[in-house]
């Protein structure tokens, strides 16, 4: 059985305050990409985990499709063996949510697979688990994240006449060294009222936290959102923690792109995910 998971976007990426148990609480609009991996389980005599495409750093141990089955192992002994194939696509470490998105989708490729009794509740928590942004992975809409990341509140966002392009320059940034750079607060104005005004107003008063530094300490982010607005973008920025930068653009956009040879781009196709 295959399925695909697909990477998200923030709209907006506020840290208001951290926490007594050492994470922080942030605001975000989450939105789904239609730019997936491929990800593959078959029944098999003993477990293995194999990927291709892009590599995957880290151990087998830390893979998140394997923390994934080892939760639900936990739950279901009499979980069969599998391999897992992984076909990556999605740059990692590039503030697109990729990995977070093969977790959950472990989890609810194993459910449907073997039919296994969790409700969506259930599936919810155990992906909270993984990672506090996995379950907005199982929304397949837009979706207005508070708490950890893991309240969620689909919202509706009409960008039916929009496409966005991707562009990563290959920067991976260090998550930890990140949020070293920022000073949480309350924002002035909540993210749900900001992207529900028009989205040519958006470059007004839609902000991610993380951006300034990032472009502080990789001045070609900043380079990269310059030129998708001078392409003609109705709106640019990072997301999440970087350094993945994206700009929206009208269907009717002819732009043209020359970024290096090394970076990565992807152009979302005018149907929506």
């Not at 093969?102 to 909270?128: C, H, R, S």
């Not at 002035?188 to 040519?200: K, W, Y």
């Not at 007004?204 to 990789?218: I, M, R, Y």
Request: proline share 9%.
């Amino acid at each position: 059985m295959v399925l695909f998971p697909n990477c998200k976007i923030n709209l907006g990426l506020h840290i208001v305050g951290k926490r007594p148990d050492g994470y922080h609480n942030l605001e975000t609009v989450f939105l789904p990409i239609p730019l997936t991996d491929c990800l593959e389980i078959i029944p098999n005599k003993q477990f293995t985990f194999q990927s291709t495409g892009l590599p995957i750093a880290g151990t087998e141990e830390q893979n998140l499709c394997v923390k994934a089955y080892k939760l639900l192992k936990g739950q279901f002994p009499n979980l069969p063996n599998v391999t897992i194939h992984l076909h990556k696509i999605i740059p990692m470490g590039a503030g697109l949510g990729g990995g977070s998105a093969n977790g959950a989708y472990t989890l609810l490729l194993l459910k449907q697979l073997f039919q296994l009794p969790i409700n969506q509740e259930q599936l919810l928590e155990m992906a909270l688990q993984l990672g506090s942004d996995c379950p907005f992975f199982f929304f397949f809409q837009p979706c207005l994240a508070t708490g950890r990341g893991e309240l969620m509140e689909p919202i509706s966002l009409d960008l039916n006449n929009y496409h966005i392009v991707l562009v990563n320059p290959g920067i991976h940034i260090n998550t930890a060294w990140a949020f070293q750079h920022i000073t949480p607060a309350p924002p002035l104005t909540s993210l749900a009222d900001i992207v529900a005004q028009p989205i040519t107003e958006w470059h007004k008063h839609l902000t991610n936290d993380f951006e300034a530094p990032a472009v502080l300490a990789h001045p070609s982010i900043g380079t990269i959102k310059t030129q998708l607005y001078q392409q003609g973008a109705v709106y640019a920025a990072m997301t999440g923690t970087g350094s993945t930068v994206f700009g929206i653009f009208p269907n009717t956009s002819q732009a043209a792109f020359s970024f290096p040879e090394s970076y990565f781009v992807y152009r979302q196709p005018v149907q929506p995910l």
